[in-house]
């Protein structure tokens, strides 16, 4: 079953890219593993979808040791608070695509610099400035980029959103094009440590119009490991307790 949602995402996104008139290597699949047994983990690994993360660090710890066998590519999505950065720097984690305020930067950056180490990360904006949303506010993002853009540690690849949840798919598209905006416009700067290559934005429900805006990265969970019984602030909240 896995197998064949994996293909059928994968198909998704092929047709996804031949109408908006793009190439499928450059959307990457990302596994939300939130929640998921390991062994059904497991089950995508070997099928060669290697790209995987999480959202709570209690939940990767719990995880890392029983995944490494297949050599996977961690990321980190959820909200991430201070106190936890200690805890998060203990696993091979290759992005953290959750940064949204320059003081949790800093503090990562003084961890990583005592390990002598650099990050990739990825700036959360709140595009659909939903309260229950973390993020930076959009037209707080450019800022929050530059001050962050000093901290020689932290190398930033791109933007991340959550578009607004709702049953009509559509709703989701213009917190997508507002965050193709700001890519744009933080490119113009050219600042030091930014890149801007990355986007990631778009999961099961509305991967197709976040990748007809610009997204290089979709973060799959439903859709391959079916549906969570689990309020959105699990997924959000870092404090939140694992059942």
């Known amino acids: 079953m896995i197998t064949r949602n994996l293909q059928a995402i ?11 008139g793009r190439n499928p290597h450059e959307v990457k699949i ?4 939130k929640t998921v047994a390991v062994d059904r983990i497991q089950l995508a690994l070997q099928a060669g979808y290697t790209l995987i993360a999480e959202n709570k660090v209690q939940e990767l ?3 890392y040791t029983a995944l490494q066998q297949f050599h996977p590519t961690h990321h980190f999505i959820g909200h991430l608070q201070t106190n936890k950065i200690k805890d998060l720097l203990r696993y091979n984690i290759a992005c953290i695509q959750s940064i949204d305020r320059f003081d949790l930067a800093c503090k990562l950056h003084q961890r990583l610099q005592a390990q002598e180490r650099t990050m990739d990360i990825l700036i959360q904006v709140n595009t659909s400035a939903e309260e229950s949303k973390f993020g930076v506010a959009p037209e ?3 800022d929050l980029v530059q001050q962050i853009s000093n901290l020689t540690s932290l190398k930033i690849k791109g933007l991340m959103t959550i578009g607004l949840l709702s049953a009509d798919r559509e709703q989701a598209r213009p917190c997508f094009r507002l965050l193709k905006q700001l890519q744009q416009q933080i490119r113009v700067v050219n600042m030091p440590n930014v890149s801007m290559s990355e986007l990631s934005m778009g999961m099961s429900a509305d991967l197709d119009i976040a990748i007809e805006e610009g997204a290089t990265i979709v973060r799959i969970g439903t859709a391959v490991f079916g549906e969570r019984n689990y309020p959105d602030s699990y997924y959000w909240n870092e404090s939140a307790t694992i059942q």
């Not at 994968?10 to 908006?20: D, E, G, M, P, V």
């Not at 990302?30 to 593993?33: F, Q």
Request: proline content about 0%.
């Open 30 to 33: 990302l596994l939300a593993t």
């Open 10 to 20: 994968s198909q998704r996104i092929k047709n996804a890219c031949t109408k908006a």
């Open 140 to 142: 707080r993002t450019i």
């Open 61 to 63: 710890s719990h995880k």
